[in-house]
Structures are given as C-alpha cells and as structure tokens.
C-alpha cells in the first residue's frame, strides 16, 4: 500500500541555485520578474539570492537588491556560509537563512575554501546567534549521498553532520544529492533514516537530475515520509564548484507529478510556466523540461 501524504511544500530555489550557475549575468531586473511570476504562481517557499563572494559567484553579486524588490510573501531565503554574509543578509532585512556546508571535505574545500570541520565550527556560534535573534535557519547539507572527488559518500557521515546541526537548534535541514547520482533505493534508505533520526526538524530533499533519477528519488522520499522538496522552476541549476552537476529536477515536472496522485501544492502551473517563460529569453539555453515544452508547444 503506497503511503503519500495529502500535500507538499515546493521550496522553489530557482532564482538561486538555478542562475548561480549561469554563465551570462541575469539583469536584476529579470531576476526579480522571474520571483515575482513564482510568487503569482503559488510558491511560498523560495531561495531568493545568496550573500557569497561576488568573485566566486559573480551571478549573486546583487543579492542585496534581490532581497529589497522582492515582496514578502511565505518565507524567502537566502544562503550564506559565513559571517560576512549574515550580516549583510541581515542588513538587508532577510529573516529566513540557509547555510550551507558539504558532507566531504574534498567538495567544501572547493566549495566554500573549507574543510567541512572548518565550516562547522565558524557556523556554530553564527548558528547560535541567529537563533537568539528569532531568524529561521535551515541548513543545506550537499555531498549527501555522492561526492564529486571522493565518491559515494556514507549515510552515517551525513546523519552525523545533521546531527550537529540538529543540536544547535535549526529548524530545517535540506538534503542534496549535489551531482543527481543517487538511487531511489538510496534516497528511501537516508530519509527514512533522517525522519526517524529528527523527527521534530523539517527534512526538505534537495535533488539534482544528472542523471535523470529524481523524479524516482521524490517518489521513493515520499515514500519515506518526505514532504518537502526544492526544485527549480525550468529545471535550471548546479553547483558551480560540483563538475558534472546539472540542474534541479524541474519544479514544473514535480508539481505535475505530485498533482496526478492528486496531492496538493498550492501551485498553478500554468502560472509556473509564464514564470519560466519570463526568465527562458535570459539564460543561455532554451528550457525543454517535460511540462514547459508540453506547454510551449500548446500556446
Ligand atoms: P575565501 O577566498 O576563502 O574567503 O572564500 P575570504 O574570506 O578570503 O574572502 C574572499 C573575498 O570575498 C574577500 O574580498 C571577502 O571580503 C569577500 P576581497 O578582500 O578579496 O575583496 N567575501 C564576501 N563578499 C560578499 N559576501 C560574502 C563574502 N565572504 C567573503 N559572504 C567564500 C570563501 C566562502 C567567501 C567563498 O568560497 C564563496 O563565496 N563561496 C561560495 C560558494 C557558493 O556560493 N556555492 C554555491 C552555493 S552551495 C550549492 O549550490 C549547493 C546546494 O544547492 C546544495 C547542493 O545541491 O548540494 C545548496
Ligand atoms: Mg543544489
């Protein structure tokens, strides 16, 4: 008997993950049409911007104007990894944070110019802090399941680095499978584990779709009691310091999926395609996901 719950909650990470990797720069101005056309869409949980090096990721360098042109609606996040960054997030009157720390050494390193115990300890005492200061944290754990460098990459190594996060309080942990390598065997096998790990802290999964496995590694979370997905609308996106990683599974091909077993979203697609549609003439490639391309080839 399939277990699925009645509704999810899509946190759309377009606007971040999906352009971070973008090699022609996004005008602010198309950027904060894209976010506006997700919001109309339904969406009320999203990764706006990241608050990062602008020589490391020069797509992200007006994350400040992001924040300040986009309307509050849900809760919108932006990522960072360290001090600088929260403050000036902060400043910019972000109130939901994600931070962002890789399960391998070897992919922090290029990541974040950190080992992963390096990364932890600067983010506990930030961790601490934003908490005093009622800001919603969530940490986004990359390498979960495969490493770019070192390869597979074991579940008690993950758990352990939830764990500690677990422990200093946040609220949500997003779980990435980084370059779209894991299984939907695997990715049963971890969040089962996690929800039975930390059953009062929200477990998002966080899948990129290399190889053309997410949809099966949703259908297999849910089956773990996962409901809470990031995805990116045209199913833009990769880590620009993770090589072979390509997009997010497509929010788009998730919604619909989700909405033929007749659980609910809060989104409308047709909606989520004049979202994507605004941002398709600003990224490099044409968008072919299953949904949009249905769509195009209808109007
Ligand atoms: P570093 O060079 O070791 O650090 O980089 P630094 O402290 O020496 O700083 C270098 C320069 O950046 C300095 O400027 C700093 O002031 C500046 P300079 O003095 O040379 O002019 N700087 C900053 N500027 C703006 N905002 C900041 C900031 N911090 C320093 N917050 C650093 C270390 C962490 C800064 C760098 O490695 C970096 O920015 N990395 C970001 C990497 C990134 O954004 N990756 C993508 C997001 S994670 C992801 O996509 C995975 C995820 O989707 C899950 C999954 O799929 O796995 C979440
Ligand atoms: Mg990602």
Same mark, same amino acid.
Request: glycine share 8%.
């Given at each position: 008997?399939?277990?699925?719950?009645?509704?999810?909650t899509?946190?759309?990470?377009?606007?971040?993950?999906?352009?971070?990797?973008?090699?022609?720069?996004?005008?602010?101005?198309?950027?904060?049409?894209?976010?506006?056309?997700?919001?109309?869409?339904?969406?009320?949980?999203? %990764?706006?911007?990241?608050f990062v090096?602008?020589?490391?990721?020069?797509?992200?360098?007006?994350?400040?104007?992001?924040?300040? !042109?986009?309307?509050?609606?849900?809760?919108?996040?932006?990522?960072?990894?360290? %001090?600088?960054?929260?403050?000036s997030?902060?400043?910019?009157?972000?109130?939901?944070?994600?931070?962002?720390?890789?399960?391998?050494?070897?992919?922090?390193?290029?990541?974040?110019?950190?080992?992963?115990?390096?990364?932890?300890?600067?983010?506990?005492? +930030?961790?601490?802090?934003?908490?005093?200061? !009622?800001?919603?944290?969530?940490?986004?754990?990359?390498?979960?399941?495969?490493?770019?460098?070192?390869?597979?990459?074991?579940?008690?190594?993950?758990?352990?680095?939830?764990?500690?996060?677990?422990?200093?309080?946040?609220?949500e942990?997003?779980?990435?499978?980084?370059?779209?390598?894991?299984n939907?065997?695997?990715?049963?096998?971890?969040?089962?584990?996690?929800?039975?790990?930390?059953?009062?802290?929200?477990?998002?999964?966080?899948?990129?779709?290399?190889?053309?496995?997410?949809?099966?590694?949703?259908f297999?979370? +849910?089956?773990?009691?996962?409901?809470?997905?990031?995805?990116?609308? !045209?199913?833009?996106?990769?880590?620009?310091?993770?090589?072979?990683?390509?997009?997010?599974?497509?929010?788009?091909?998730?919604?619909?999926?989700?909405?033929?077993?007749?659980?609910?979203? !809060?989104?409308d697609?047709?909606?989520?395609?004049?979202?994507?549609?605004?941002?398709?003439?600003?990224?490099?490639?044409?968008?072919?996901?299953?949904?949009?391309? +249905?769509?195009?080839?209808r109007?």
């Amino acid at each position: 008997m399939l277990s699925l719950p009645k509704k999810v909650t899509i946190i759309e990470v377009g606007p971040r993950d999906g352009l971070q990797n973008e090699k022609q720069l996004v005008a602010t101005e198309d950027k904060l049409q894209f976010i506006e056309g997700l919001q109309q869409a339904g969406v009320e949980e999203m %990764e706006l911007t990241s608050f990062v090096s602008p020589k490391w990721v020069p797509q992200m360098a007006d994350s400040k104007e992001i924040v300040a !042109g986009t309307k509050k609606v849900g809760r919108q996040f932006v990522l960072t990894p360290n %001090e600088r960054g929260i403050n000036s997030a902060r400043e910019a009157g972000a109130d939901a944070l994600a931070v962002f720390v890789g399960v391998s050494d070897s992919f922090n390193k290029k990541n974040i110019n950190k080992s992963t115990a390096e990364s932890m300890e600067t983010l506990k005492p +930030l961790i601490q802090k934003l908490k005093e200061d !009622g800001v919603f944290v969530r940490a986004c754990i990359s390498t979960a399941f495969y490493c770019p460098f070192e390869g597979a990459v074991k579940p008690e190594d993950t758990i352990r680095l939830c764990r500690q996060f677990v422990d200093w309080g946040v609220a949500e942990l997003s779980v990435a499978d980084t370059i779209g390598m894991a299984n939907p065997a695997e990715s049963y096998g971890l969040f089962q584990q996690l929800k039975e790990a930390f059953p009062d802290t929200l477990i998002t999964a966080h899948f990129h779709d290399t190889r053309k496995m997410a949809l099966a590694n949703i259908f297999a979370a +849910l089956q773990a009691g996962v409901d809470r997905f990031d995805t990116s609308a !045209g199913g833009l996106g990769g880590c620009p310091f993770a090589p072979g990683a390509t997009g997010n599974v497509a929010t788009e091909d998730v919604v619909n999926m989700l909405h033929r077993m007749d659980i609910k979203t !809060g989104i409308d697609l047709d909606l989520l395609a004049k979202a994507i549609e605004k941002i398709e003439s600003h990224v490099s490639n044409p968008i072919n996901t299953g949904i949009y391309t +249905l769509y195009k080839n209808r109007s």
